[in-house]
């Protein structure tokens, strides 16, 4: 498969409780435990809101601000209101981070990069998405899974996930210098 241009990207896909956060976590620990950098961008299918309610900057977004920004001496974090339009692109999404050496996807599951379909018996729906997907590279489940010449790692192997994701977006863990 070809990297497509732009930051290296790699998606976890999967349906609701299928381990994709969990997963996620585990990846972006082992990963910056390598020494990478990396970003992270989740995609929501329902309303969310990471303001309280009566906070300044949810008072600044009720008076119709587009765009709110927080800054502490510890993060910042920009929070822009759609207002009726559309959803941004993925594309669009993306051209925002700021540099780093991987962007983790979770969700987006029909977005053409390389990408793991996570899969758990206790999941919302059992229906495989790599079948349909020829993006999915592989899957990581918490059963035996048949049926399938993709990789399979077992949903809790972080290490051997994370070997794969280096391999398959062409990551190389920096020497130290001497």
């Not at 594309?91 to 379909?117: Q, T």
């Not at 349909?132 to 809790?156: E, N």
């Not at 794969?164 to 020497?175: A, P, Y």
């Amino acid at each position: 498969m070809t990297v497509p241009p732009g930051p290296r990207v790699f998606g976890i896909a999967g349906w609701k409780n299928s381990g994709k956060t969990g997963l996620a976590v585990r990846l972006v620990t082992e990963l910056t435990r390598r020494g990478y950098s990396v970003s992270t961008v989740k995609h929501a299918h329902h309303d969310f809101d990471i303001d309280k309610v009566g906070a300044d900057s949810f008072r600044h977004r009720e008076a119709g601000a587009h765009e709110v920004t927080i800054v502490s001496g510890t993060r910042y974090a920009i929070m822009h209101e759609l207002r009726g339009a559309p959803e941004p692109a993925f594309s669009e999404i993306l051209a925002r981070l700021a540099p780093c050496d991987l962007v983790l996807i979770e969700g987006y599951k029909r977005e053409p990069i390389p990408k793991i379909e996570a899969r758990r018996l206790a999941s919302a729906r059992n229906e495989p998405l790599a079948p349909t997907d020829p993006h999915i590279l592989a899957i990581a489940a918490d059963h035996p899974v048949a049926d399938t010449g993709l990789k399979l790692f077992d949903l809790d192997d972080t290490v051997a996930i994370a070997d794969f994701v280096e391999r398959i977006t062409g990551l190389s863990r920096q020497q130290p210098a001497t």
